[in-house]
């Protein structure tokens, strides 16, 4: 259907991606960025205001990586401020394997934050503007138009249009629910797979999130064992987007699907292939830095080819080139990071628990998975939008309800808590504290 | 590490086991042969010059000098690392206010303030590859097509169609009237593509011409506007060698058309800008989308998450390109030296009566070697064009990669190289010409006498060839030259 445009009667439609609504905008997970944008929090000026909590940044370590470019300035510009000797041959290069110094970062920061337990060769780090480019270009490499690929439910509002927007690709739920914790079940694989089969639709891939947003917990061992297996059986991709896992509280708890592989000799591996992103461990959206990597030579020959639309800016690709070689910075940051999320982490769930609120106990990532269904008038998708319009607009936070996350049960709130100061936590905790006052108070009223 | 496939290729897309990517076109074989065999004036002094990569190298002394003076512009400086943490989380893609500002105004000074453009109007993309592929997507359906002019750049090749599934149909011009874009070439490809049941969406120009390195005259201009007008089709315009113009006639952007009374509609026009060529930034990724339209310009702003401009680099560009004084500075010196390297190049052509065609702009010359073909075929091309590459030792385009109605006709860049790398690369064509009519001329000999064949030399072509020997480098490339010989 195309786009009529009101004042010319005769204007020529756009195509039909540009008319759909695939783009995802319209759901709830932007319509609270929209309530904080006219009415943003701030500590002076604007203290009655929304405090965003739906905005899933690391904004707890820029200090580490201010203090690195204050040192290094030379080694992370163009050369010392006598001579820019470096800068013609960096604006120049467009080449799409990018910069080996910046892709042997890449491994080697990718290496560390899983200990030492996976190797990753530079020669199969793609590099695309952002984990959102690299997820599409995936999925044009995997899928055809009307194909799926099958994601665990909660998953990011974001894939609805990375995934399928442009690429024409549909999203099959694997169904996870809290009876156990949302993990993920050799059950809940088979029904996903068959209920695509019903409907005639190609299943081309499974897509995880390890540590998974919404949830804010890593997937265990056992249970990618379990989803290998099942990719292999029906011959099919796995991709996990692992861009969380520096973001692991503890560094011993986080398993890649690169060490389970490493187990099994890379027997399976030429269908599995990582995301990754510089974005929430490092802290640098602004940046567009994304990767895939990939055990398939196919994929990365094609995803390389296909990055041409989407490369990182080779200015930034020299500046991050220089951060990450340098190994003494790279492990004190992972280290540190950890650390002060672990602490954030601590602080909301003592806040949300004091407040009567219990979270799903998580491990990683920049936000904790609040259940609120005893507070639900009606446990369906409509009682859960009303209950989060009421904190948009009387608690004035903007958390994404769990709807817009396409998880099965209402009730669940994804809760950032590493996006602003330990001070702007404290304030929306309080807020929070009187928010369940009052609906406990109101409660009592209507007992009586 | 190694992983063998075992022919899986079941397990892929059609998309990405198809030859969408375009790598296979022989355009990037001659950047296979320069790879393996790469000039450099030190290190490999018989290596093949890249004449194919159609960069602009000429003016990086004045960004550099301006980099060194401003070094608030780069957040990695002690200058400039306040705006570090707010660079590093800002991911909207609306982009930053002031770099959008400083694109528009740079876009109004090279079309010499004629025009304004709106600063909301601007939106990023990984690069003019990005702006090109976003907006297809917004505009065409898979199987719908865009009709471009050839000869036209290789890339949109799978630029427009590789992930889109639109199609690209030719508007075919002709060396007869320089390659002009005619009503009646339009209307053709208009018809042919009605009888063929495509549904026509767009028509795609570059301006100035990349491999032509023209200019679209204003009458020319209105023209094209007129027909899409007509047809009801959208006009694509990819001015990313806007300020390559670096002689008359000045350059006309579509957008100047759009300020004149003309009656269009407005919500037909886009532009594709980038600041790879002009300002010599390919590395840096920074793609335009300009729309008049407004249900595109939002459209492509969603769709530029796929592909913004790191925030790192908006920062830089939005300082530098706000810097009034350098930017016209540089604007015209740029041009200026343009000029001048065409203005050697063509001279050198000159002198040995090679061909081109008549440009004011872009960064290479379109070259006419038709009477240097055994035969007016693409094949006798292909041939010329191994020769030129494996024995000349120059990387040239061929004009059937650029999808060129006629055998001949090679592209060659020259601003991405210095002064005597192209002193070298012009000695090489002068040298290759002159044997080349030497064996055409014997050739021709052979026809009439029945003897074997003899390099022999007239008085004339002996004073030619002394004359040329006062430009050919001592360290000549071809030790075989028979101009070498003919020196002792």
Not at chain 1, 77 to 82: A, C, I, M, N, V
Not at chain 1, 125 to 147: K, Q, R, S, W, Y
Not at chain 1, 172 to 186: A, E, K, L, M, R
Not at chain 2, 284 to 308: E, W
Request: hydrophobic share 40%; glycine share 6%.
């Amino acid at each position: 259907m195309a786009i009529e445009i009101e004042q010319q009667p005769s204007a020529v439609g756009l195509s039909k991606v540009a008319a759909s609504e695939t783009h995802g905008e319209d759901s709830p997970y932007f319509a609270g960025w929209k309530a904080y944008d006219e009415d943003p929090y701030d500590e002076h000026s604007n203290p009655s205001g929304v405090v965003q909590m739906g905005l899933a940044e690391n904004q707890v370590s820029f200090d580490l990586l201010e203090d690195y470019l204050e040192k290094n300035s030379e080694a992370s510009s163009w050369g010392s401020k006598e001579e820019v000797s470096s800068f013609r041959e960096n604006a120049l290069f467009q080449d799409y394997h990018g910069l080996q110094s910046f892709r042997k970062a890449m491994a080697s920061f990718m290496e560390k934050i899983r200990g030492g337990r996976a190797k990753f060769d530079p020669e199969r780090v793609v590099l695309t503007a952002g984990a959102t480019a690299a997820n599409e270009l995936l999925t044009f490499i995997l899928a055809d138009p009307g194909d799926a690929l099958l994601v665990p439910t909660p998953y990011y509002p974001g894939f609805d249009r990375d995934l399928r927007w442009r690429t024409g690709v549909k999203i099959v739920p694997i169904h996870c629910d809290s009876s156990n914790d949302f993990q993920i079940t050799p059950k809940a694989l088979e029904a996903a797979y068959n209920a695509a089969e019903a409907k005639n639709i190609k299943v081309r891939g499974v897509l995880i999130t390890n540590p998974s947003n919404p949830l804010g917990a890593t997937i265990q061992r056992a249970v990618l064992e379990e989803i290998l297996d099942f990719v292999t059986r029906k011959n099919i991709h796995l991709v996990s987007d692992e861009i969380y896992s520096g973001s692991v509280f503890s560094s011993s708890e986080f398993i890649s699907i690169a060490e389970v592989l490493a187990a099994q000799n890379y027997k399976k591996a030429e269908r599995v292939h990582i995301v990754y992103s510089l974005s929430k461990d490092l802290g640098l959206p602004g940046f567009r830095v994304g990767t895939i990597y990939s055990y398939n030579d196919k994929v990365v020959t094609t995803a390389r080819r296909m990055s041409s639309f989407t490369l990182i800016s080779s200015q930034t690709q020299h500046l991050l080139a220089a951060m990450l070689s340098d190994k003494k910075f790279t492990e004190n940051y992972i280290k540190t990071n950890r650390e002060r999320l672990r602490k954030r982490y601590e602080m909301i769930i003592e806040g949300l628990r004091s407040a009567g609120i219990e979270c799903l106990k998580g491990n990683a990532g920049l936000f904790c998975w609040m259940n609120l269904s005893p507070l639900l008038e009606k446990a369906t998708r409509e009682g859960e939008l009303a209950l989060w319009n009421s904190i948009l607009h009387e608690v004035k936070l903007n958390i994404s309800p769990g709807s817009s996350c396409h998880c099965s049960e209402p009730g669940w709130f994804r809760v950032c808590f590493a996006n602003m100061s330990e001070q702007t936590l404290e304030v929306a905790l309080k807020r929070i504290h009187n928010f369940m006052e009052q609906q406990r108070e109101l409660k009592e009223m209507m007992i009586t | 590490m190694g992983f063998v496939d075992r022919s899986r290729e079941n397990l892929l897309s059609k998309m990405a086991t198809g030859n969408g990517h375009g790598e296979n076109s022989p355009y990037f074989d001659g950047w296979k042969a320069y790879e393996n065999d790469p000039f450099d004036a030190s290190e490999n002094p018989r290596g093949v010059i890249q004449m194919g990569l159609a960069e602009n190298q000429l003016c990086f002394d004045l960004i550099q000098d301006w980099i060194k003076k401003n070094p608030k512009a780069s957040i990695c400086t002690p200058d400039g690392v306040d705006a570090f943490r707010d660079r590093a989380i800002f991911q909207d893609y609306h982009g930053l206010a002031e770099f959008r500002n400083a694109v528009a105004k740079f876009m109004a000074k090279v079309r010499g303030n004629r025009v304004r453009f709106d600063p909301d109007r601007i939106v990023m993309s990984g690069g003019a590859t990005g702006a090109h592929e976003t907006i297809a997507f917004c505009l065409a359906n898979p199987g719908e097509a865009f009709l471009v002019p050839t000869p036209y750049y290789p890339g949109f090749d799978r630029d427009l169609r590789w992930r889109t599934g639109v199609q690209l149909l030719p508007v075919v011009c002709e060396s007869f009237n320089n390659f002009k874009v005619t009503r009646k070439a339009l209307e053709a490809a208009y018809e042919r593509a009605q009888e063929a049941k495509i549904r026509v969406k767009g028509l795609l120009i570059t301006n100035p011409s990349n491999p032509l390195g023209t200019i679209l005259d204003r009458e020319t201009l209105r023209s094209i506007v007129s027909f899409i007008n007509e047809k009801n089709i959208h006009l694509v315009c990819d001015e990313i060698y806007a300020a390559t113009v670096f002689s008359e006639p000045g350059f006309v952007s579509v957008s100047e058309i759009m300020e004149e009374e003309i009656t269009c509609n407005r919500d037909l026009i886009h532009i594709v800008y980038s600041l790879s060529k002009d300002m010599g930034f390919p590395g840096f990724r920074v793609g335009i989308i300009y729309s008049y339209n407004d249900a595109v310009v939002n459209c492509s702003r969603k769709m530029s998450s796929f592909g913004l401009v790191s925030s790192q680099t908006q920062h830089l560009i939005a300082s530098m390109l706000s810097d009034d004084e350098f930017v016209d500075r540089f604007i015209a010196e740029s041009a200026k030296r343009l000029g001048k390297r065409h203005e050697v190049f063509t001279q050198g052509l000159d002198q040995v009566g090679i061909g081109y065609l008549k440009s004011n702009a872009g960064l290479f010359l379109w070259m006419d070697l038709h009477h240097l073909l055994k035969e007016k075929t693409f094949e006798a091309e292909m041939e010329l064009w191994r020769v030129i590459i494996n024995e000349v030792k120059l990387n040239v385009s061929p004009g059937s990669s650029f999808h060129c109605s006629e055998p001949g006709w090679f592209r060659v860049c020259f601003a991405n190289m210095d002064d005597s790398t192209m002193e070298l690369a012009l000695t090489r064509i002068i040298t290759f010409a002159l044997q080349s009519k030497e064996l055409r001329i014997q050739r021709k000999r052979q026809c009439w006498a029945s003897n074997r064949p003899r390099l022999s030399f007239s008085k004339r072509r002996m004073d030619d060839i002394m004359m040329t020997q006062s430009l050919l480098s001592p360290h000549s490339p071809i030790p075989q030259s028979p101009l070498v010989r003919a020196r002792t």
